[in-house]
């Protein structure tokens, strides 16, 4: 498994405080995105996937305790697999979607074959991917979908390192959309939206793009 210094981050004792900061039920978290966006991450949801048949095959890169998968699984989506680098939110995963295929595993070397799943995403991942290691892990992202690439994630213009709980190299926001296009020319964009914070200048941009 390939590792590098931010994975190894998320693999240890920090992530696994994350983790236990983020223990939040289907209705807690639907709260924190109203607090957010006066918008449920199943309205958000929603408006990118609502359209796409139900038995899709899905892969979250990063699925933690497996949140985002339980809100797909709320929807109707019925073919789930995830890939967690951190042994201890997996073990949580697995309680909570027992249906699911969850694997350990790195984002830069993902344990599946090419073009394997109709839908590959993430949510919040690709900001703790250090940018020497972005491409790859991109790469990686794009070979395992047949189809489509959905990702919400921290927005900004320009690449820009965040300080993240008072380190530096675990956190960035950037236009991850236009990376995945200018990366791979072969991807159109379905659909594209910003959502701005109600209670900072900060925004994050969910994006649904297509083979």
């Known amino acids: 498994?390939?590792?590098?210094?931010?994975?190894?981050?998320?693999?240890?004792?920090?992530?696994?405080?994350?983790?236990?900061?983020?223990?939040?039920?289907?209705?807690?978290?639907?709260?924190?995105?109203?607090?957010?966006?006066?918008?449920?991450?199943?309205?958000?949801?929603?408006?990118?996937?609502?359209?796409?048949?139900?038995?899709?095959?899905?892969?979250?890169?990063?699925?933690?305790?497996?949140?985002?998968?339980?809100?797909?699984?709320?929807?109707?989506?019925?073919?789930?697999s995830g890939v967690e680098i951190q042994e201890y939110a997996l073990q949580q995963a697995r309680l909570r979607l027992p249906q699911a295929n969850l694997i350990q595993g790195s984002a830069l070397q993902l344990p599946f074959s090419e073009a394997e799943f109709d839908l590959v995403f993430t949510s919040g991942v690709l900001i703790h991917i250090h940018p020497e290691n972005l491409a790859a892990v991109m790469s990686e992202i794009y070979r395992c979908s047949r189809k489509y690439i959905w990702g919400l994630e921290y927005y900004a213009q320009e690449l820009t390192d965040v300080p993240y709980r008072e380190q530096k190299d675990l956190m960035w926001k950037a236009p991850y959309a236009d990376l995945y296009t200018q990366q791979f020319n072969e991807l159109k964009t379905l659909k594209r939206q910003q959502y701005p914070y109600l209670t900072n200048a900060n925004r994050d941009e969910m994006f649904l793009l297509k083979k």
């Open 1 to 80: 498994m390939q590792i590098t210094e931010q994975l190894q981050q998320w693999n240890g004792e920090f992530g696994k405080q994350y983790t236990q900061r983020n223990q939040a039920s289907l209705e807690q978290l639907d709260e924190l995105y109203m607090n957010m966006y006066g918008l449920s991450r199943l309205q958000l949801n929603q408006q990118f996937l609502a359209d796409l048949p139900k038995d899709l095959r899905i892969l979250e890169v990063g699925c933690n305790i497996g949140n985002q998968l339980c809100l797909l699984q709320q929807m109707g989506f019925t073919d789930l």
